[in-house]
């Protein structure tokens, strides 16, 4: 930034440097046009073309070698100004980003997808539009005001005041003209996330749209959101076309007061013409950067609008925070203390009192029907969310005491939403712990049941899947995601509903595959069928949030209870079915 107002007072001051050879070659040619004149039809006058001819050269050598020495600093001005607010563009990015990756679950739940794209996006776009010609233009128009005023005083102060008359009126509209550019812009940015919102969703949901065929509707409701954007657009354009006339008519108007007082002032013999044309070319030199008032103006007014939104962000900070950071090794013991819960952003109560131990090595299964809070649970364990009343211990220390990545990467979780990334699926089962081991991700995906379809794509593992994982079924996409959790031989493996898109022999493949793992890990798993749950040494039952049977499941069949009920149902289901 110093180096590009450096090269900017620079590039100025070489560019003024051609007016006063202008001026010095416009009085020379009017002196040398009447000695020429006087001394007709002789040799002096020969003589008098000759010096005068030569003297233009040079005057024209260094208009030219002005103008080139104008055009590479021009080039480092760019170089520095500009590069600096792309790498400051870079920098807030990756601030941004990082952010985002620091805040709670329930910051997502509150906030769509598209409002954060468009702010590190769409908003730091702008922001570096500020910081790189608009600070550019700024200072630039800053520094040769100085330098062009300071001149034209010296020369003639009179002349000086009425070229710059109509320069306050011009101010005078920017300032008035600034607060309708801020608020309209506030309007298009608000309006580019909500058409940037609906593309998203429209895209990630077309599977939907497609069955339901609504792409119709679809295209007509982003018709009217592109037109609510159009005609705001529409309406920040009308000002700015409004306002360039306004400028350049009253820069006009300093070219005629100009060029009338100092004509006034020639034939008072006070002036030369030399110093008229001096003084357009002043004028002119200042008409760029001051036109690019307006401009700048709304650059400067929508970077204003972006940041606040950007800053709303970046102000919000994370309330999972770890009190102790503790990193000690994880064996898998799990305590729920009359835990309750209760979702910050919808007020719903997930969970009441529920209390349940899982010692190291052991498996619990949690079963319960929708909405039950079985998911809140596998959230909790994660620490996605902190509870809202009573306590969870992992071995033995409050949950909110260990490193909150030293945990995480202690669990292996699959979510009942399986999310796949568009990359191979060699590359989304190593996501799983960040290498790719090749004897492991074989390993993992024999162990999920799904070695043998893979190895029936013509690409094998590197098979390229489509947005979350839509090349594959539902049973693959979860078997991948089994792949992905398994391969990092967690201590404690979550298991949330992730079995619910395959059939019943597939998910007895499965889990006595799994069977050897859990061994050596504590293992929680969550379904709404009983099946899922015959390998687990201890089975909860929930139902709205609390725990209404609980115990191994000969216990609970004998008892004759909601598991029982639920047991018939499903097993009697499964019978009928070919």
Not at 503 to 513: G, M, V
Request: glycine share 6%; proline share 3%; with cysteine.
């Amino acid at each position: 930034m110093i180096l590009g107002t450096l090269f900017i007072i620079v590039t100025n001051i070489v560019a003024i440097i051609p007016a006063q050879v202008v001026r010095h070659a416009i009085d020379l040619v009017k002196t040398n046009a009447d000695l020429y004149q006087t001394y007709a039809d002789s040799q002096l006058q020969s003589n008098l073309y000759g010096s005068f001819a030569q003297s233009i050269v040079i005057f024209a050598c260094i208009i030219l070698g002005m103008a080139l020495l104008r055009g590479i600093f021009l080039f480092f001005v760019r170089q520095t100004i500009i590069v600096m607010s792309r790498k400051i563009e870079y920098d807030l990015k990756n601030e941004v980003y990082q952010h985002y990756q620091t805040l709670p679950l329930s910051f997502y739940r509150q906030n769509n997808t598209g409002d954060l794209m468009a702010r590190i996006s769409e908003d730091v776009s702008r922001v570096r539009m500020y910081l790189g010609p608009a600070i550019m233009y700024s200072i630039n128009l800053f520094t040769l005001f100085i330098i062009v005023i300071s001149y034209m005083i010296i020369v003639n102060p009179k002349l000086t005041f009425y070229s710059l008359l109509p320069l306050p009126v011009l101010s005078v509209s920017i300032y008035f003209v600034s607060s309708v550019m801020n608020k309209r812009s506030e309007e298009i940015q608000r309006s580019l996330s909500s058409l940037s919102t609906f593309v998203q969703e429209a895209f990630s949901g077309v599977r939907v749209l497609k069955s339901f065929v609504r792409e119709v509707d679809s295209e007509h409701q982003f018709a009217k959101e592109s037109l609510d954007y159009r005609d705001k657009s529409l309406r920040l354009t009308f000002v700015n076309a409004l306002f360039f006339p306004l400028m350049m008519g009253l820069i006009g108007l300093s070219v005629l007061l100009t060029i009338f007082v100092g004509g006034t002032q020639v034939i008072e013999g006070s002036l030369t013409i030399g110093n008229i044309a001096e003084f357009i070319i002043y004028v002119n030199m200042l008409t760029w950067p001051v036109a690019s008032l307006g401009w700048v103006t709304s650059l400067v007014q929508r970077a204003a609008a972006s940041q606040k939104r950007i800053n709303e962000f970046l102000k919000i900070k994370t309330d999972i925070v770890s009190n102790a950071a503790l990193s000690s090794p994880i064996h898998g013991e799990i305590i729920f203390d009359q835990v309750s819960f209760t979702y910050p952003d919808s007020g719903i109560t997930a969970l009441q009192n529920v209390s349940f131990k899982v010692a190291p090595g052991e498996s619990i299964a949690i079963i319960g029907t929708t909405g039950s809070g079985k998911s809140t649970i596998a959230n909790i364990i994660c620490r996605l969310y902190d509870v809202t009343a009573g306590g969870v211990k992992i071995d033995g220390r409050p949950i909110e005491d260990y490193n909150i990545t030293h945990l995480r990467k202690s669990i292996g979780y699959v979510p009942q939403d399986v999310f796949l990334f568009s990359d191979t699926i060699r590359n989304n089962i190593g996501f799983g712990n960040g290498t790719l081991d090749e004897e492991q991700i074989l390993q993992a995906a024999k162990d999920s049941d799904l070695y043998h379809n893979i190895s029936e794509f013509p690409k094998g593992f590197d098979t390229k899947l489509g947005e979350r994982g839509i090349t594959l079924s539902g049973g693959q996409k979860q078997r991948v995601s089994i792949a992905r959790a398994i391969i990092r031989s967690p201590k404690i493996l979550i298991l949330d509903d992730s079995l619910s898109s395959v059939d019943t022999k597939t998910e007895n493949t499965i889990l006595s595959n799994l069977k050897r793992l859990m061994q050596d890990c504590t293992t929680v798993i969550i379904s709404h069928r009983v099946s899922s749950a015959k390998l687990a040494d201890h089975i909860l039952v929930l139902d709205e949030g609390k725990i209404i049977e609980q115990g191994k499941e000969p216990e609970l069949l004998a008892k004759g209870g909601v598991y029982r009920e639920l047991y018939d149902k499903q097993i009697q289901a499964d019978e009928i079915m070919p």
